[in-house]
């Protein structure tokens, strides 16, 4: 498959998630004008492009959460975007992560809490999914935090409780907007060095979606968006 410029989507490998032709506007708003794209398992791929180029909204669709107006999304040999709303979600929680700019972690609930959020809802029992919550909370060096909320900690403490919660059930694919935007430099210099290190440690695949290169240098790739189309391809390092 090629992309519109004529290049390669992705050097030969195994393909986890692809994209073909994906068309979605918001009313009258073009967001997506027949992206495609591949991404290979056990890469992290830095989606980019400016405010408003619609990377976000392809990391939606390919997520599941949006469904494109025309075009195909393909996972694991399976066309997601032809499924009902409670597959998707089943397989949002069975096999996507997430992590989000903000973080999004749930007030109410201590840190083990919010780690062990998807292990709860995939109906794991309270005690083990609480145990494998601590376990990752020490292994992204939050020991000490475990009955902490969201208020008692620092921005980068919760982005890296967020960080857990994505990856806990050892999802196949992790799916990361902007996880560092909230952040100082220095800070997300040091979640984006957690977060690379372990998923490569466990063989998870990322979509990283970010307007940063300081951020998208982290990752194998960069596919740069740009009004609603992939528009080039970028190897790290070349």
């Known amino acids: 498959m090629k992309a519109p410029n004529g290049s390669a989507l992705v ?25 495609s794209l591949l991404v290979r398992r056990g890469e992290i791929l ?3 492009g400016p405010s408003g180029s619609g990377k976000s909204t392809l990391l939606h669709c390919l997520a599941g959460i949006l469904v494109p107006a025309s075009g195909r999304v393909i996972f694991d040999g399976q066309r997601i975007d032809a499924l009902r709303e409670e597959q998707r979600s ?14 999004q972690l749930v007030p109410e609930l ?24 601590r376990s990752w909370l020490a292994r992204l060096e939050l020991d000490g935090l ?17 960080l857990a919660r994505g990856m806990v059930a050892q999802p196949d694919l992790l799916f990361a907007d902007e996880p560092t935007g909230s952040l100082d ?9 957690l977060m690379t ?14 307007h940063e290169p300081r951020v998208a240098a982290y990752a194998d790739r960069e596919v740069m968006v740009r009004d609603g189309r992939v528009a080039s391809l970028v190897a790290v390092g070349s």
């Not at 195994?14 to 997506?32: C, M, R, Y």
């Not at 290190?197 to 970010?210: G, K, M, N, P, Y």
């Open 185 to 193: 430099s220095l800070t997300g210099e040091f979640v984006m060095n």
């Open 146 to 162: 475990e009955s902490h909320r969201a208020g008692e900690m620092s921005g980068g403490q919760a982005q890296r409780v967020a």
């Open 11 to 35: 050097p030969p490998g195994g393909t986890i998630i692809e994209a073909h032709d994906l068309v979605l506007s918001f009313g009258e708003t073009p967001a997506l004008r027949n992206a």
């Open 197 to 210: 290190s372990v998923a490569r440690e466990e063989r998870i695949t990322i979509v990283l979606v970010t």
């Open 90 to 103: 089943r397989l949002r929680r069975d096999r996507f992560g997430f992590v989000f700019q903000f973080g």
């Open 110 to 133: 201590t840190a083990e809490e919010n780690v062990a959020l998807p292990l709860l809802l995939g109906g794991m029992r309270r005690q083990q999914a609480l145990a494998q919550a």
């Open 46 to 48: 830095a989606v980019m």
